[in-house]
């Protein structure tokens, strides 16, 4: 059974930093790519960053400089460092195990405010 458990979400105060965590088991995590996700409140989910099987990492524009997506093989755990975080990052964020159809995390909460 895939699972995906994504952990670390917090409040914290805008300019701050987290690192969240997902953590899969069900599957040979080496040979996925993984993707963090988000959902802002009232806003359609949308993809942070990728990192293929290989440690190839993407991080979109609208990230990139402050988010960053790495991958430990070892821990089948994905992590999604984030530094500079603003209210607008306020958001459920998401892991997903892009093979077969696809596979979903719960969610963990990032809320941004002072």
């Known amino acids: 059974q895939v699972q995906l458990v994504e952990s670390g979400g917090a409040l914290v105060q805008p300019g701050g930093s987290l690192r969240l965590s997902c953590t899969a088991s069900g599957f040979t995590f080496s040979n996925v790519a993984m993707s963090w996700y988000r959902r802002p409140p009232g806003k359609e989910r949308e993809l942070v960053a990728r990192?293929?099987?290989?440690?190839?990492?993407t991080t979109w524009s609208n990230w990139k400089g402050r988010f960053t997506i790495s991958r430990d093989d070892a821990k089948a755990t994905v992590y999604l460092q984030m530094n500079s975080l603003k209210p607008e990052d306020t958001a459920v964020y998401y892991c997903?195990?892009?093979?077969?159809?696809?596979?979903w995390g719960q969610g963990t909460q990032v809320t941004v405010s002072s």
């Open positions: 997903y195990a892009d093979f077969r159809t696809g596979y």
């Open positions: 990192i293929s099987s290989t440690g190839v990492s």
